[in-house]
């Protein structure tokens, strides 16, 4: 599956922006979706992960209460809403698919992921 992460830019700390990630190639609802980022000398960390019917999510600690991840399968995107952004959220965000499998395992982990995006870069001034 090819993903497609757009939505990225310039924001002042305490704005919104809205993160999508369009998929294409595979049947999307196939796929338990996520998404993670890293900055600048960083490892990637994960920040949030929906399944492939929207029937759970989690996030890091770090964005809950702010960050809503969502998807759309008829559109095959799926979405991550930030809200309360701060300086310490800079970073480019990665999007990231999962294939359904059975014992299915929430995917909080960059290596449990399949198919990756080219990341869209997040930049929150103080």
């Known amino acids: 599956v090819q993903l497609q992460a757009s939505g990225g830019g310039l924001v002042q700390a305490g704005g919104s922006l809205r993160l999508s990630c369009a998929a294409s190639?595979?049947?999307?609802?196939?796929?338990?979706m996520g998404w993670f980022r890293q900055a600048p000398g960083k490892e990637r960390e994960f920040v949030a992960t929906i399944t492939y019917n929207a029937g759970r999510t989690d996030y890091a600690d770090s964005v809950k209460g702010r960050f809503t991840i969502s998807r759309d399968n008829a559109k095959n995107t799926v979405y991550l809403q930030m809200g309360s952004l701060e300086p310490e959220d800079t970073a480019v965000y990665y999007c990231a698919a999962k294939l359904y499998r059975l014992p299915f395992v929430t995917p909080l982990r960059s290596p449990e992921y399949d198919y990756w995006g080219q990341g869209t870069q997040v930049t929150v001034s103080s």
């Open positions: 190639g595979r049947t999307f609802s196939n796929y338990a």
